[in-house]
């Protein structure tokens, strides 16, 4: 029979069983402890038999290890890392709820043995910049200035030395010089740089800055009041002009007779002037145009453009005011661009039934800043307005016919003063005829016969701010020898006046921009003259006598100056005297008064 077990003895079993566990944890405990201790003795061991660097350090921690396993006994060795990590499995039952006497002894910190290895870093370079960074180091002599240096000790100047300048700490690390040497570039480096757009652009504008400093010739000492009163003089002196400057350039003007010129409207003082072809260097582009620039006394222009057809005729956009055009002699219209430092045009119309195909002696930008076209006239009679932003086909286009519905052979463009529709042309008939560019009726729409030679220019009244409207007044002039004063309002078609002073053809008139009743020409003989019509309409005011035959001339915007351009190429310059660009108020009055004498004596002219 089976023998039946009591509580008393069911608690001894278990209790029995909890004391088995424990010893078996225990043993365990001892087992992993030895093990480890084994461990580190086989570690040391190689340790000892490999040579390092590090082996007096290893051998004092090891005897420090040992000192330590010798007082606190083997089984107080802690646990290794990989035994930390790893949890011990839960109890269950009645295994867990049971607490575990554990020893009260204290246990020690494990020290392990690792080995050091030197490492060098190297320190952050800083850069830091002084005076003497990158430039050479010069002792000056100053013997000269020996009081000043008594209580200076006579060191020699040193540079300063940089963070990372300093020597390393490594062996690999060498110092670092103080000064950047030269990099030494190749022939074929230094013939691409000296190629490239952003060298030559460079040098074009440091070379141009430092010619118009070489030539800056103010005078700093000049007494303002002393200077202005000697200016002032008498009446008969503020009416005269002085020769100033002369502009030519050997190179480019030799030979080229000026064909046309026009003033910036933003920058007074820059002057273009376009020339005709050199016959004696056939190889050179055929069509040339000079920038020249007033303020400075320089012998050389600021921009030279050209192209393959002589330049007939040029303007200066007033609201670009980095725009050239030119009418060239083949019908083209071109375009350069000061900013792109380009000798060649940028923009061109082409040569097509679209735009011109016979020679552009007629060019001027009309209108406003947010709507302005530029208006070119060719000898066949044809108009055209463009958009300079575009000017491969013109926006409108119109045929200037006479009354016998022949084209205009059209030598001379002029648009009245705040007018961009209406329109005044000069033809190779003799006759100077007005149209309109919009309306019921565009094109030719009166004429103005008096000439007995083709028309060189015509030029309409420009002056403003007075109390009378003299914006309907023009003047014209021809190879008659003859200038004649007109008025669009005559209902006649005849001149108001006739100036026959002159010997030779009149190649140029110009009303003045800001005196009311004064106007210049220019001859073949190379007679400048000026001439008043309040004073005298007989005989000039004032008459200025030049070497060779003039072909062009042109006033400044503000009435300062007066330019003349020659055959030979020479464009001159001539300062007005303050009578001539500071008229007196009464001035437009004596025009009116004028304007009715002269139409009384041509009406009891023609009446006799």
Request: proline content about 6%; some cysteine; charged content about 25%.
């Amino acid at each position: 029979h089976a023998r039946h077990v009591t509580a008393p003895e069911r608690e001894t079993m278990a209790d029995r069983k909890a004391e088995l566990e424990k010893k078996r944890k225990k043993l365990d405990e001892l087992r992993k402890a030895r093990e480890v201790t084994k461990k580190e003795t086989t570690f040391k061991e190689s340790l000892a038999k490999s040579p390092t660097p590090t082996d007096s350090l290893a051998k004092k921690r090891e005897d420090v290890n040992k000192i330590v396993t010798d007082l606190l006994g083997p089984s107080a060795s802690a646990p290794s890392p990989r035994d930390r990590k790893s949890p011990e499995p839960e109890a269950s039952g009645e295994e867990k709820a049971m607490p575990i006497s554990v020893s009260p002894r204290k246990r020690a910190v494990k020290l392990v043995v690792d080995t050091m290895a030197p490492i060098n870093i190297n320190p952050r370079a800083v850069e830091v910049y002084a005076k003497q960074t990158q430039t050479d180091v010069v002792v000056e002599d100053r013997s000269s200035d020996q009081e000043d240096d008594s209580e200076i000790p006579s060191e020699p100047v040193r540079p300063v030395k940089h963070d990372s300048d300093r020597p390393s700490q490594g062996p690999e690390d060498q110092e670092r010089p103080v000064m950047r040497s030269n990099i030494e570039l190749s022939g074929e480096q230094v013939d691409r740089i000296v190629a490239s757009d952003d060298f030559c652009s460079f040098m074009d504008r440091a070379s141009r800055l430092v010619e118009r400093a070489l030539c800056d010739t103010s005078d700093i000492l000049f007494d303002i009041l002393r200077g202005d009163s000697e200016e002032r003089g008498d009446g008969l002196a503020s009416m005269k002009v002085v020769k100033k400057k002369e502009f030519f350039d050997q190179r480019w003007s030799y030979c080229r007779g000026v064909t046309a010129m026009d003033w910036s409207s933003q920058h007074p003082e820059l002057l273009l002037v376009s020339y005709h072809t050199n016959p004696n260097i056939p190889h050179d582009p055929d069509g040339v145009a000079l920038m020249w620039d007033l303020r400075f006394q320089k012998d050389t222009p600021d921009y030279v453009f050209n192209c393959q057809s002589a330049v007939m005729s040029v303007a200066i956009s007033k609201f670009h005011p980095s725009y050239v055009i030119g009418g060239t002699y083949s019908g083209q219209i071109v375009l350069w661009d000061m900013r792109g430092g380009r000798h060649t045009p940028v923009q061109r119309s082409p040569l097509s039934s679209y735009g011109h195909t016979h020679p552009v002696y007629c060019l001027d930008v009309v209108g406003s800043q947010n709507a302005h076209n530029l208006i070119s006239v060719s000898t066949d009679g044809k108009l055209c307005s463009w958009n300079l932003d575009m000017l491969s086909q013109p926006q409108e286009s119109l045929e200037l016919q006479n009354r016998q519905t022949r084209p205009v052979a059209v030598t001379s463009l002029s648009f009245p003063s705040n007018d961009v529709n209406k329109f005044l042309v000069g033809s190779e008939e003799c006759l100077v005829y007005q149209g309109q560019r919009h309306g019921s009726k565009p094109g030719v729409a009166d004429q103005f016969e008096g000439h007995d030679g083709p028309i060189t220019a015509v030029s309409s009244h420009r002056a403003t701010g007075g109390q009378v409207d003299l914006s309907h007044l023009f003047v014209s002039s021809s190879f008659d020898w003859t200038m004649k004063l007109w008025s669009s309002k005559s209902k006649t078609g005849q001149p108001l006046c006739s100036f026959e002073n002159n010997n030779e053809y009149v190649y140029d008139v110009r009303w003045s921009p800001v005196h009311p009743a004064l106007f210049a020409s220019v001859d073949g003989e190379g007679r400048l003259d000026l001439w008043n019509i309040n004073e005298n309409t007989e005989v000039p005011i004032l008459t200025e006598n030049l070497d060779t035959a003039l072909s062009k001339l042109c006033w400044s915007p503000t009435g300062h100056h007066l330019v003349t351009g020659d055959c030979e190429g020479k464009v001159s310059i001539f300062e007005a005297g303050e009578g001539l660009y500071s008229p007196h108020p009464e001035e437009w009055l004596k025009v009116q008064q004028t304007l009715l004498d002269l139409q009384d004596n041509h009406e009891s002219g023609s009446v006799l």
